[in-house]
């Protein structure tokens, strides 16, 4: 059993007509997979499904909001598409002089998160169940998270609401198991293993901002094969500011010295024959 659902039934059971799901959809392959799960448990109840927009999304070979809309559309939903109207990521950065970190996310603070949480306080129903494809096989700290909870922030006198991850114990197997299975399509960024069909010229494994703070040294290079545009942006960013991305080392640096790594494992595997 999904972990939270026997609440949510119950939430739902109770309070009917009153309540409403909302599926924060980015697109990726988890936000997908928990627009479909919440449309095939609870497809009377009406839902609603957001993008935020951080104005550094991919927009190649297909941009991640049409994208989004389209897997939106194959479940009967709408796709509301949100952001902050005063700066874009790139804008952030360059006010704050900094990028964001680990420990501080105004990524997903400031462009996420507040926008998501404005549309939802304009929905006129009085019980939320906001959902989120966050699964616990992602990291130790995603793991500790609880599946389940109220969120207090944005309730009130007038409205109750709850976060929720539906996909929570899912894997990635899973995931991709249920893309394939109901042919779902995945964005052509990701990683052509992910595609059953053998799709190729994929390069990431997550589906984020074009440059995020948390791309491997390998998203990294594939970023700078791939999306030179973004890869340039965000270094030139650094330069400007002298404050880089990745604590001690600028993006350059970091893809040299992975092409570097990469070259030397190359030729002491040719050693091994």
């Known amino acids: 059993m999904t972990q939270g659902l026997e609440e949510v039934q119950r939430i739902a059971q109770e309070y009917g007509r009153d309540l409403a799901f909302v599926v924060n959809h980015s697109g990726g392959k988890d936000s997908t997979r928990t627009l479909g799960f919440v449309r095939k448990k609870f497809p009377q109840i009406p839902t609603y499904a957001v993008m935020a927009d951080t104005g550094f999304e991919h927009v190649s070979p297909i941009s991640a909001a049409d994208f989004a809309r389209a897997r939106c559309a194959e479940f009967g939903i709408e796709l509301t598409v949100v952001r902050n109207p005063k700066r874009t990521y790139l804008e952030m950065v360059?006010?704050?002089?900094?990028f964001p970190s680990a420990q501080y996310r105004q990524c997903t603070s400031d462009l996420k998160?507040?926008?998501i949480e404005k549309f939802i306080r304009s929905l006129p129903h009085k019980?939320?169940?906001?959902?989120?494809g966050i699964r616990s096989e992602e990291s130790n700290p995603r793991s500790r998270l609880s599946p389940?909870?109220?969120?207090?922030?944005l309730s009130t006198r007038q409205r109750m609401v709850h976060n929720w991850l539906p996909i929570f114990d899912r894997t990635l197997s899973d995931v991709l198991a249920w893309h394939w299975v109901?042919?779902?399509?995945?964005?052509?960024?990701?990683?052509?293993?992910?595609?059953?069909?053998g799709t190729s010229g994929g390069y990431l494994r997550r589906f984020s901002c074009r440059v995020c703070i948390f791309s491997t040294d390998a998203d990294l290079a594939a970023i700078n094969l791939h999306d030179r545009d973004a890869f340039d942006?965000?270094?030139s960013l650094e330069r400007k500011l002298k404050f880089t991305m990745r604590p001690g080392a600028s993006l350059v640096q970091i893809v040299e010295t992975h092409a570097s790594k990469q070259a030397e494992?190359?030729?002491?595997?040719?050693?091994?024959f």
């Open 233 to 235: 942006a965000v270094a």
């Open 148 to 153: 389940l909870t109220p969120n207090e922030a």
């Open 127 to 132: 019980v939320i169940v906001n959902c989120m």
């Open 182 to 197: 109901n042919a779902i399509r995945l964005h052509p960024v990701y990683v052509p293993e992910y595609h059953k069909d």
């Open 94 to 98: 360059e006010q704050r002089g900094m």
């Open 113 to 115: 998160r507040g926008p």
């Open 265 to 272: 494992e190359a030729r002491q595997q040719s050693f091994c």
